[in-house]
């Protein structure tokens, strides 16, 4: 295994084997990854936890903004990809990660205040209701966080979500600490606990069911950017939970080219606030991609942040249809568009170096994330 010199040889060394039969059905491509592996950790000091939650990013860099910004050098990426963990206890540590790739011998800113709403002419999102949607996939990896966010079960016991909603940039939100994930559970007339959910009884109405999370991952990207020209790409946390959820999640993937989707479109679920208890669902096409972010413009409103984008495509080793998270739901941005404002809202693309890092944050184990 050998070390990286420049991010332009590993960008150039990722790359994507894609079957020829996927001229016929949209075609997970094999990813070939390289490894993310912690260096050295640091004890830090406490956090205060004063910051407020932020349901939604604002930020006026789009598109061309960012295709104008210079490739990060190998040193600023590994940076970028440290990361800070915050466990239950309040205590905090800071890992400096290595960036490598197996050898063929190898086995192994300031957002203003706006009224407008994150809705696109026609209201294009559904309410998912009734127990038999909300408690099946996909719709049931889609969970609360108590910080008023969405998450998505990617892993026994591991959530993916946004980074914002966790830390503003500078300092851990309120309630950090104490940070809970929320799954969505029938009610039952009698009030009856640990009734079979198959059960002929009918739900009075959905709950929250809420798990405790043990420790949080934020990317150093985010915590030194904030939502500047480079904090947006790397808005997203991992959350491990304190027991399993025992639900079917949704596994990670790297994000193929936008034209490569399905129809050109995504999905995502989340808990927007404008629909309080209630599960959302909507689907748009990608208007616009930059290496790290997504550019569409689904309907949403703050709360469905930190939701998982996924889409389904072919999984040709195993001959079936499999859904993938290929991003997480960020927030707003205002773009100039030869001199007319438009806006559009934003995905944090999970890239090679992306997926390496959140795999080995669920797994512990490098060879098991070889595989995009």
Not at 90 to 101: A, F, P
Not at 226 to 250: C, Q, S, T, V
């Amino acid at each position: 295994m050998a070390q990286v010199p420049t991010l332009i040889f590993l960008l150039c060394t990722v790359k994507a084997v894609v079957s020829s039969s996927s001229r016929w059905k949209p075609t997970w491509p094999a990813y070939k990854v390289p490894v993310v592996l912690p260096q050295s950790t640091l004890n830090l000091d406490k956090p205060r936890f004063d910051a407020e939650a932020k349901l939604e990013v604002v930020s006026p860099c789009g598109p061309e903004c960012h295709k104008r910004s210079r490739l990060p050098t190998y040193e600023e990426v590994k940076d970028y990809l440290s990361y800070e963990t915050l466990f239950s206890n309040g205590s905090l540590t800071e890992t400096e990660v290595g960036i490598y790739i197996l050898s063929s011998s190898s086995d192994g800113s300031q957002s203003r205040s706006r009224t407008k709403r994150q809705i696109y002419g026609y209201d294009s999102r559904f309410s998912i209701f009734g127990k038999d949607f909300l408690l099946n996939y996909p719709f049931s990896t889609s969970v609360k966080l108590s910080t008023g966010c969405t998450g998505t079960l990617v892993a026994e016991k591991h959530v993916l979500t946004a980074a914002h909603c966790i830390h503003d940039g500078k300092s851990y939100v309120k309630g950090a600490q104490k940070l809970r994930v929320g799954f969505l559970k029938p009610k039952l007339k009698d009030g009856s606990r640990g009734a079979n959910i198959t059960s002929s009884k009918m739900p009075e109405k959905m709950k929250f069911q809420w798990i405790r999370v043990k420790r949080t991952h934020v990317p150093k990207g985010w915590i030194k950017g904030n939502a500047n020209d480079i904090g947006m790409d790397y808005d997203y946390a991992l959350l491990e939970l304190k027991k399993p959820h025992k639900r079917k999640f949704m596994k990670i993937g790297v994000s193929p080219p936008a034209r490569h989707l399905p129809g050109g479109r995504i999905h995502f679920s989340g808990y927007d606030n404008d629909r309080p208890g209630n599960l959302v669902y909507r689907f748009c096409d990608v208007k616009d991609e930059t290496y790290d972010l997504l550019y569409q413009q689904c309907d949403a409103q703050p709360g469905a942040s930190g939701s998982g984008v996924y889409v389904r495509m072919w999984k040709r080793q195993h001959h079936k249809w499999e859904r993938k998270i290929i991003g997480i739901f960020s927030g707003h941005q205002w773009v100039d568009m030869n001199g007319t404002p438009q806006d559009f809202n934003v995905a944090v693309r999970i890239t090679p170096l992306k997926y390496a890092q959140i795999c080995y944050w669920i797994k512990g184990n490098y060879l098991d994330c070889r595989e995009g």
